[in-house]
């Protein structure tokens, strides 16, 4: 079993615990869409306009006089697995934090890949 189905077949028994009385009807389904709905504070790193190829940002850096914000962490920021930084993601739930990505050219590499 892929480890991404397993992640998910986990995250299904452990909301169901939750609402074990209650089967996913016509009634229940807001109850259990906002359960899983990340806030909007959850999801600050998604606005952040990262850029996924790291030579074409250094380029961009270089033309528009800006440094490197990078991320390289085990995991897109913006792709799924377990592994992904969740809990470093938290980071940018601070707004300020995110506004100073501002200031860079924000950019996100997969640290298991070459960087160039």
């Not at 991320?71 to 592994?83: A, D, R, V, Y």
């Not at 995110?98 to 950019?107: A, D, H, Q, S, Y």
Request: with cysteine; net charge neutral; proline share 5%.
């Amino acid at each position: 079993m892929k480890l991404s189905n397993l992640f998910c077949l986990c995250m299904l028994a452990i909301s169901s615990i939750s609402f074990a009385d209650e089967p996913l009807s016509k009634d229940t389904f807001v109850k259990w869409r906002d359960y899983i709905r990340p806030s909007e504070q959850e999801i600050e790193y998604l606005k952040i306009p990262w850029r996924t190829n790291f030579a074409a940002a250094l380029a961009e850096g270089r033309k528009n006089d800006k440094p490197i914000f990078l991320w390289n962490f085990h995991g897109h920021p913006l792709g799924c697995s377990c592994i992904n930084g969740v809990h470093t993601k938290k980071l940018f739930e601070n707004s300020e934090i995110r506004k100073l990505t501002e200031n860079f050219i924000p950019v996100a590499e997969d640290s298991g890949r070459h960087l160039v």
